[in-house]
């Protein structure tokens, strides 16, 4: 990482400071000399009072206090995955009623099946265009518009009487829905290096738990009641968490200052990051950054197996042998949550290893599961159930161990760097379902099962091209991948490292601000 110092004189009426900036995404403090009477320590304290959008003053215990680090605790752990579960419902709401508003709405199932894939298309439009902006603005205030943004939309959804009217507001709600992938980079930010893959697994099983309650509340809900209830009940629950967020989560200085996420100076020559440079900067990383290519490779195919495996076990347990009734399907979804609740240990676990090593573990336990299925799952339910919790595990941990590995490249970018990774599990979703879907209805479950083990053992061979401790822009090879424990620290010291000189930026930054901002 390289890293720049900068040392400027800054004058206060009679009394010099020098300030020293050391910074890999920073650019050079105005060297301008000025001239201001001293106030005193509270006044100048009052000096920079930040507010959200520019109108709300920020609840004086959240604000950015370098003297004061925030605590990362598990309360905001939580809580930033509960907002994650409940912002990816919004794609899914629809999925299990799209007879009954084919019926409100007097159309076709043919017409109304093309919602979910509206709203998706909202939700990639999202997470090319919006999520970037994790990196050029504060991401408290950019949290708090998209779930108003949200909370405001469903309002239309729940109202509306027309068919139109509800695929427009349904794709705008989808593009609002990023929320979480401004709260992954965020959370790689706040948790301390030691336990990052315990907060990160948290919120990505907020992710998961999403899917599965929309899928669960939505179905219940329009079965003994009117649908629209589904969204009366978002509108609450997203609302509530606007309340909440505004008086917990803290403040936290932009990343959008003087450096790309290359650690170089811009092109342009210095300065702050404008919106078109973070969108360069993104498709830049996208084909020269090769862990993060390797990352996106390895989850394309782990994400296509596993969306597959949940597409098809529908028509699995629906057919011979099993014959189950849509409730006792309905059911696996249960099952699924069990894996998902394994996020903490499943964190902690990959915190003790080498992000590669981690994810080399997820590869093989997810192709040993995968066997079982191809073996066993028209056999017997049991192997279905094994399968289920063993799938979910090992995704999960494969996905967060990734995820790591790749926020390790540039901590400034993160947002760029993780709006990427999720484009590519949302490929890899796309994938699967289309194909397994195609491939189980044409060939039957054992073709299906044999395709996700195939995606799997990709995913593999992605891995194994290129291990730990490599130089950045090495693309294959192995180097300090079996060391053990001297491995291990010598990569991880590195990772600490990067984030100290960071954190020690930013702080630097929020200085050279307060004095600034003074009157």
């Known amino acids: 990482m390289n890293v720049n110092q900068t040392e400027d004189k800054i004058s206060i009426s009679n009394r010099s400071v020098n300030v020293t900036v050391t910074d890999p995404g920073i650019s050079k403090p105005p060297t301008d000399t000025f001239s201001a009477t001293p106030p005193d320590s509270d006044k100048l304290a009052n000096w920079y009072t930040p507010k959200d959008f520019g109108l709300i003053p920020i609840p004086k215990r959240l604000r950015y206090d370098p003297d004061k680090p925030f605590h990362f605790g598990m309360f ?198 404008g919106y078109g440079r973070i969108m360069w900067t993104m498709a830049k990383f996208s084909v020269t950054e090769p862990v993060l290519i390797q990352g996106c490779l390895c989850n394309l195919g782990s994400a296509a197996a596993f969306s597959s495996f949940w597409v098809t076990l529908t028509f699995l347990l629906g057919g011979e042998p099993y014959n189950y009734s849509t409730l006792i399907i309905g059911l696996f979804g249960l099952i699924g949550m069990v894996g998902v609740a394994l996020a903490p240990l499943v964190g902690r676990f990959i915190d003790f290893l080498v992000p590669w090593q981690a994810s080399l573990v997820a590869c093989l336990g997810l192709l040993l599961f995968q066997i079982v299925q191809v073996v066993g799952n028209g056999l017997n339910v049991a192997a279905v159930i094994i399968a289920t919790i063993g799938l979910d595990v090992f995704r999960q941990m494969l996905e967060t161990s990734v995820a790591i590995s790749i926020f390790s490249i540039a901590p400034h970018a993160r947002a760029r760097l993780n709006a990427i990774y999720i484009l590519s599990l949302f490929i890899g979703q796309v994938i699967g379902s289309s194909a397994g879907t195609k491939i189980f209805l044409t060939y039957g479950w054992r073709a299906t099962a044999a395709m996700t083990l195939g995606l799997t053992a990709w995913a593999l061979l992605m891995l194994m091209m290129r291990g730990p401790g490599c130089d950045r822009y090495t693309w294959f090879g192995f180097r300090n991948s079996l060391d053990g424990v001297k491995g291990v620290l010598n990569i991880k010291a590195k990772v600490r490292a990067d984030d100290e000189n960071v954190q020690g930026a930013l702080e630097a930054e929020k200085d050279v601000e307060k004095i600034e901002g003074g009157p």
């Not at 609302?239 to 990343?255: A, R, S, T």
Request: hydrophobic share 50%; proline share 5%; with cysteine.
């Open 76 to 273: 905001l752990n939580v809580l930033f995955g509960v907002t994650s579960t409940f912002s990816v419902a919004n794609l899914y709401w629809c999925q299990p009623i799209l007879i009954e508003l084919a019926t409100n709405f007097d159309v076709s199932y043919d017409e109304i099946s093309k919602l979910p894939t509206l709203i998706q298309a909202g939700y990639a439009t999202g997470l090319i265009f919006i999520s970037p902006l994790g990196d050029l603005v504060r991401r408290r205030q950019l949290l708090l518009i998209l779930i108003i943004i949200s909370a405001s939309l469903t309002i239309g959804l729940s109202l509306t009487h027309s068919l139109r009217t509800f695929q427009v507001l349904s794709f705008l709600t989808g593009i609002s829905s990023v929320t979480p992938q401004v709260l992954l980079p965020l959370t790689a930010d706040l948790a301390p290096p030691s336990r990052r893959a315990t907060a990160l697994s948290i919120v990505f099983s907020g992710l998961l738990f999403g899917i599965l309650i929309a899928r669960v509340f939505s179905g219940l809900i329009a079965q003994f009641a009117d649908w629209r209830i589904t969204y009366y009940m978002s509108i609450g629950v997203q609302w509530g968490l606007v309340v909440v967020l505004f008086w917990i989560v803290p403040d936290y200085p932009p990343k959008n200052a003087g450096k790309d996420g290359h650690g170089v100076e811009n092109e342009e020559g210095g300065g702050k990051l």
